[in-house]
C-alpha cells in the first residue's frame, strides 16, 4: 500500500554554498530544498506540549566520519534521540562523540562490517516512536522535517515510508541515470529490520508503507578517489557471499557463471541501463563517469568474488 502525506517546498538545483564543503550545515540549498538548520531546543518544547506526540530516533553508523559529525548532528539535532554505532574509528570520531551530550554511542566490532550489521545494533535500543537511519554524509531538509514532526503527531497506520533521496556526485546534482530513487529509511520501532549479512540492503517493514514527499540531501563521493576506496571496500565485502552462492552485491544477485562474455555483458548493461535507458547522458560529464564506474564495479564484485572461490579451492 503506497500512500502520501505533507509536500516539497520551491526547490533550488544550484550548487551548495561554494565556501562551504557539501556537507557543511550552511550548504543550505540543494535539488531536494533547504537543510533543516532550526534549533533543537524550540521543536522539542512545540512537540512536548503535544501529548499524543510520537518520539523520534536518529540511527546512523560511524567509521571515521569526524569531520561530518558535527554539521550531521546539527541537522538531526531536532529528534528526541541520537543513536550512533562507532565500529572502530581512528580519527578521532568515537571520543568527539563521547563528548556530546545528546548522543547515545555504541561500540560494534572494530573493522569495516556491513553497514547494515551495524544499523541493526542502534536498531535493538529503540523499542517505541519512529526511527530515522540517516547516514552521516545524507542530510534532512526542511520539506523532509516539517513531514516527519506532522507525522509524529498524526495516527498515521503506516509502518514505514520511503522518503526521496537527491545526490550530489562529483561536483553535480545528478538527475538521471538511476539515481533520483527513494529509501525505505522512516518506520516504527520494532516493526523494521535489515537482513543480515546484505550488502546494499534495504530495511524490511512489518505493515503498509507509505511515501513522503520531502528529501534527503545525499553528498555522496565527492572525489573518484572516494568512489573507489568505498567501491574497493563493498566488493570486498560482498565478494565473500557471492563466494557462497548468495544473493547479493550490487546486482542483488547470485554470482555470476564463471564467463568473460557473461562479467562483459553485465558491466555493459550496467552502462547501457544507467547512461542510456535512465538517461544519464542528460547529466553531462558527471553522469558519464559515474556510468562508468559504476560498470566497473559489476565486474570488479564478480573478480573478486572468483578470486575468494579459488582461494578456498587451493
Not at 550552511?26 to 534549533?39: A, K, P
Not at 573518484?224 to 546486482?251: C, K
Amino acid at each position: 500500500m503506497i500512500s502520501s502525506i505533507g509536500g516539497s517546498g520551491p526547490v533550488d538545483d544550484g550548487p551548495p554554498d561554494p565556501q562551504h564543503l557539501p556537507v557543511s550545515p550552511r550548504s543550505v540549498s540543494g535539488e531536494g530544498g533547504r537543510l533543516s538548520l532550526r534549533s533543537t531546543s524550540s521543536t522539542v518544547s512545540s512537540r512536548e506540549s503535544h501529548a499524543t506526540s510520537a518520539k523520534l530516533s536518529v540511527v546512523a553508523a560511524v567509521l571515521n566520519e569526524k569531520e561530518n559529525l558535527e554539521p550531521w548532528l546539527q541537522n538531526v539535532g531536532w529528534a528526541d534521540r541520537i543513536v550512533v554505532i562507532d565500529h572502530g574509528s581512528e580519527d578521532g570520531s568515537r571520543q568527539w562523540l563521547e563528548q556530546h551530550p545528546q548522543v547515545e554511542l555504541i561500540d560494534a566490532p572494530r573493522g569495516e562490517g556491513l553497514i547494515e550489521d551495524i544499523r541493526r545494533l542502534g536498531l535493538d535500543q529503540i523499542s517505541e516512536g519512529w526511527i530515522l537511519v540517516l547516514d552521516l554524509d545524507e542530510r534532512v531538509t526542511d520539506e523532509l522535517r516539517q513531514e516527519i514532526e506532522q507525522l509524529l503527531e498524526s495516527d498515521r497506520h503506516e509502518s514505514g515510508f520511503r522518503i526521496p533521496f537527491r545526490h550530489y556526485l562529483l561536483g553535480s546534482w545528478l538527475r538521471y541515470g538511476g539515481w533520483n530513487d527513494q529509501h525505505l529509511r522512516l518506520f516504527r520501532a520494532g516493526l523494521g529490520d535489515y537482513i543480515p549479512g546484505l550488502i546494499h540492503s534495504e530495511a524490511t517493514v512489518e505493515g503498509a508503507i507509505g511515501e513522503l514527499s520531502g528529501s534527503v540531501l545525499h553528498f555522496a563521493h565527492p572525489t573518484i578517489h572516494d568512489f573507489l576506496a568505498r567501491m574497493n571496500r563493498y566488493t570486498s565485502q560482498s565478494a565473500e557471499s557471492l563466494a557462497r552462492g548468495e544473493v547479493g552485491g550490487l546486482r542483488k544477485r547470485a554470482m555470476l557463471r564463471q564467463s568473460r562474455w557473461s562479467w562483459f555483458r553485465a558491466s555493459a548493461s550496467m552502462f547501457w541501463v544507467r547512461y542510456i535507458k535512465d538517461r544519464g547522458f542528460r547529466d553531462g560529464m558527471p553522469g558519464f563517469v559515474v556510468a562508468v564506474l559504476l560498470s566497473a564495479y559489476i565486474f570488479i564484485e564478480q573478480a573478486k568474488a572468483w578470486e575468494v572461490r579459488l582461494e578456498k579451492e587451493a
